[in-house]
């Protein structure tokens, strides 16, 4: 059974895909809050999410990320996603409240869109460092190896895949629990595109806020960039978290 994939592991996968995310180590917990107030005006709003702090200063990934482009997008394209993620879980909350459905379908939408931008944005600035841009070590490169025979084969797929990634979206390296694999996905927008389960390891927005200052229509250039700045450590930790550390059977 030691090579099989145990339903155990598939249900802390799925589990682990969840917004939960945060509060189960894998994003920072100060991407969350359960409890607080945020609106002066609607005192007993809830403030479901925060905003997370960048894990660095604005210029610290210059050149390959400026610090302008670092500035809006986080202070202004994040918090944006957290505040509207916010809002509509406040309107889904009226709606249970009032007992008025009528607006659910499109509130739940912005809850996956909002979400998914919140929870993609938190992993982006884990997924750079100033110290970043060497290759990944230990468990993360050996399943590197198995998955796509090398880190520069991975290099060149996720490269591909995030250039073509159609209008706004991301170059996502997940690990998916029911085949025990690492995949690279595109997500369109924030939230298509995805596969049940599988949990985002690494990922790089190629919306063109997050490099058009920059590089302007050279996606391809940015997305070479973001290799010299990539932070396997936060993806190797991840990985570790969600594989577990392998421990003999207890018999329990
Ligand atoms: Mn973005």
């Avoid at 997924?127 to 796509?148: A, H, T, V, W």
């Avoid at 690279?184 to 690494?202: C, F, R, S, T, Y």
Wanted: with cysteine; aromatic share 12%; glycine share 8%.
């Amino acid at each position: 059974m030691d090579d099989h994939f145990s339903r155990r592991d598939l249900i802390k996968g799925l589990a682990l895909f969840s917004l939960a995310i945060p509060t189960v180590g894998l994003l920072s917990t100060s991407c969350v809050q359960t409890t607080g107030r945020e609106d002066k005006n609607t005192t007993e709003a809830h403030t479901y999410y925060t905003l997370p702090p960048l894990p660095y200063p604005y210029n610290a990934l210059e050149p390959y990320i400026d610090s302008e482009t670092l500035k809006i997008h986080h202070d202004k394209h994040h918090a944006g996603y957290v505040k509207k993620l916010n809002n509509a879980l406040r309107k889904l909350e009226e709606a249970r409240n009032y007992g008025n459905y009528a607006e659910v379908k499109f509130w739940t939408k912005e809850v996956s869109y909002n979400g998914s931008g919140h929870l993609l944005h938190s992993l982006y600035w884990e997924s750079m460092s100033p110290n970043g841009g060497r290759e990944p070590r230990g468990q993360l490169k050996e399943k590197i190896d198995e998955n796509f025979g090398g880190i520069s084969n991975f290099k060149k797929q996720f490269t591909a895949v995030a250039n073509s990634v159609e209008g706004s979206g991301w170059g996502v390296l997940a690990y998916e629990p029911l085949g025990d694999k690492l995949i690279i996905l595109q997500a369109e927008k924030h939230q298509d595109l995805a596969i049940w389960g599988a949990v985002p390891l690494l990922v790089c927005d190629v919306w063109e806020h997050a490099y058009y200052l920059k590089y302007q229509n050279r996606r391809i250039e940015y997305i070479k960039n973001f290799f010299n700045v990539i932070n396997w450590e936060t993806a190797s930790k991840k990985y570790k978290l969600l594989r577990g550390e392998k421990k003999p059977e207890t018999g329990t």
